[in-house]
């Protein structure tokens, strides 16, 4: 009798709280190597962020960098980043807010003439339980790896 009542005083408790999960670690491809020039690539990319209207932190043509400040509405989080999930319970929830994130391109000529860009991409975003005042706390969210895809196949057209 006391193992059934600790039994349904745990089940009790666990299901008063709610919990996070970390986000899953996606396959992503972050770099490909082209045939054609710095020049051809670097206007690709700068083209690429135009016609997507992403706003533009830090650019150098000559060390072949640009990094983008790249705040995601949350409906078009989920496509580009993984944060994790959460469960609710019968006293509280969790959400996940707030996503933000930026990403980074390199460009560079290899040895043999070619032009290698890699493309590195960050998020976050915060998670808030029920009746938490603040702001939240920050998380690291993965990658997907669909926004590094449609930049280097949009190098490639």
């Known amino acids: 009798m006391k193992r059934l009542a600790a039994f349904l005083l745990v089940l009790l408790i666990s299901g008063c709280v709610a919990s996070y999960q970390a986000p899953q670690v996606h396959q992503v491809e972050k770099e490909r190597v082209y045939s054609k020039t710095p020049d051809q690539v670097w206007d690709k990319v700068v083209e690429w962020f135009a016609l997507h209207a992403s706003p533009v932190k830090n650019m150098d043509r000559s060390s072949g960098f640009i990094a983008s400040e790249y705040n995601l509405s949350i409906e078009d989080y989920p496509q580009y980043s993984d944060c994790g999930s959460t469960t609710a319970s019968m006293m509280q929830a ?56 449609q930049l280097l196949d949009f190098i490639d057209k």
């Open 94 to 149: 969790i959400a996940i807010t707030s996503p933000t994130g930026n990403f980074n391109i390199l460009i560079r000529k290899t040895a043999d003439d070619k032009v290698r860009v890699v493309v590195t991409a960050a998020f976050h975003a915060k998670t808030v339980a029920t009746g938490q005042y603040g702001g939240g706390t920050d998380i690291e969210c993965t990658s997907r790896g669909v926004l590094e895809k």
